[in-house]
């Protein structure tokens, strides 16, 4: 999920949200645990099981009834001929396919989640400094400092591999039953319940960190259905569609997106720059390293790009006003933004940081403009106190403190939980600041955008690709 677009048409990020200095974090860490703690104390209360899809009766609950509860069981087994899931250590239990059906805390009872793609780092400024100065990247490992410093971090490493794990099994599910004709709507219900059961749902503490992206063609992102009209559109045998999901466990975010064409063939190159733009930087990523220098080598990546679409050649563009951006506690967008362009900011990646690297080429224009209905909505930190004079707005900021935090949301999961005619309130909490609002970033008309993102986390002792998988 890319941060809010930034007006300017310049890769220069005017983004004027430059949080420093510790104690405003831990202000706002301990406002989020005061804001988890009440939430998990009504969390039962207010968790209500889908509607069952009983016959004929009035059926009590949510009125917009999730189109992945219509869906029969599918039997599984662990030891299916085809499962794709990786084999696990003793004492775990293997993944079920073709189905996966298992909690993802319950394979691994002892914490032991797999973890990701785990490199050196590619240039290493305290190299000379160490007793084992050898400048191949290495000599981070080897430090007793930095390793010291990992065990304090073991908690958050942990929650990312298992929300990471989740992230992957599920996009590896949805891989093998997507096909043309399918409802958008109806791809994105499937997706947020089988990630709720494998996640393990519980409030804010384990869930969705953000609405399933299902942006199609010219739009890049922040696309998902609303309840109603949007329910009509299919995806199509010709489309581009950004699937861009993330999971959470205690706030420590999962962002991980791909594209997905049915006639792959016709798109092949456009996939592959977003792919190779965004490894390019996932390797250039690290301790020290300049956003600009990042945002430098992608472009130059992405532009080394041209795909041919029904006979005509157009050079492949990264999108310049979309970025990547570091993760901080349920916090999506925590400040800084990893460009895709050359021009960026100066402002360096530190260690510890957690980051979405994501690149977004097009063969349209190069930038996006907001357009169509918004689906996307996130709390301000903070939001919460604001003073209103709606009572139904009110009711409702209540709502999403309680639901969503500052974790973004959409109106289909207001409609679901029985938040239904809430247009009105939603837009006076906007105009009063309490939440923003975060429409469809598209290029022009007739294009097509893709999309790879992965989170990347900069350890004290290495880079680890969290979100890595077999498939990208
Ligand atoms: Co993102």
């Given at each position: 999920m890319p941060p809010k677009k930034n007006n300017n048409n310049n890769a220069k990020s005017g983004g004027g949200g430059k949080k420093k200095g510790n104690k405003g974090d831990d202000d706002f860490d301990a406002m989020l645990a005061a804001a988890v703690k009440d939430t998990s104390a009504t969390a039962a209360k207010n968790h209500q099981p889908s509607a069952k899809s009983?016959?004929?009766?009035?059926?009590?609950?949510?009125?917009?009834?999730?189109?992945?509860?219509r869906d029969p069981v599918v039997p599984s087994a662990a030891?299916?001929?085809?499962?794709?899931y990786p084999q696990v250590p003793e004492g775990c239990q293997r993944q079920t396919w073709p189905e996966p059906t298992i909690p993802v805390r319950e394979q691994y009872p002892k914490g032991n989640f797999p973890a990701g793609l785990v490199t050196p780092y590619a240039?290493?400024?305290y190299a000379i400094d160490a007793?084992?100065?050898?400048?191949?990247?290495?000599s981070r490992y080897l430090s007793e400092e930095k390793r010291a410093l990992e065990r304090a971090t073991a908690t958050e490493l942990s929650e990312l591999r298992e929300a990471a794990e989740v992230h992957r099994q599920v996009r590896r599910w949805v891989q093998s039953w997507l096909k043309p004709g399918l409802p958008l709507i109806y791809i994105a219900d499937k997706i947020e319940k089988k990630l709720e059961e494998l996640i393990g749902?519980?409030?804010?503490?384990?869930?969705?960190?953000?609405p399933t992206g299902v942006s199609l063609n010219h739009c890049a992102a922040h696309f998902t259905p609303n309840c109603g009209?949007?329910?009509k559109i299919v995806l199509d045998y010709d489309d581009v569609m950004k699937i861009d999901f993330g999971t959470q466990i205690n706030g420590r975010i999962i962002d991980c997106a791909w594209t997905v064409a049915m006639n792959e063939g016709k798109y092949e190159n456009l996939l592959r720059a977003v792919r190779e733009s965004t490894y390019e930087g996932v390797k250039q990523?690290?301790?020290?390293?300049r956003l600009c220098d990042v945002g430098a080598a992608i472009e130059e990546v992405m532009e080394s790009y041209e795909v041919e679409i029904n006979n005509k050649v157009y050079p492949v563009k990264s999108i310049r006003n979309l970025t990547g951006h570091n993760i901080a506690p349920y916090v999506?967008?925590?400040?800084?933004s990893v460009p895709i362009?050359?021009?960026?900011?100066?402002t360096k990646m530190e260690e510890g940081e957690l980051f979405a690297i994501e690149t977004f080429g097009t063969t349209g224009r190069g930038y996006v403009a907001e357009e169509g209905d918004c689906s996307h909505y996130m709390m301000v930190p903070?939001?919460?106190?604001m003073p209103l004079r709606s009572e139904r707005a009110s009711a409702l900021l209540k709502h999403i403190h309680q639901n969503y935090n500052t974790l973004a949301f959409c109106r289909k999961w207001l409609d679901r939980a029985?938040?239904?005619?809430h247009l009105l309130a939603l837009n006076q909490l906007c105009e009063a600041g309490a939440v923003h609002k975060y429409p469809p970033l598209c290029d022009v008309r007739g294009c097509y955008t893709a999309q790879v993102e992965h989170t990347i986390l900069l350890r004290p002792t290495a880079k680890e690709v969290l979100s890595k998988g077999d498939d990208y």
């Open positions: 009983g016959t004929g009766g009035a059926a009590e609950g949510p009125k917009h009834r999730s189109y992945a509860d030891d299916h001929a085809e499962n794709p240039s290493d400024p007793a084992s100065a050898t400048n191949d990247g290495t749902k519980d409030g804010i503490r384990r869930g969705q960190a953000f009209t949007d329910e990523a690290g301790i020290d390293v999506i967008h925590g400040g800084k362009v050359k021009g960026g900011e100066q903070g939001g919460e106190t029985g938040e239904d005619r």
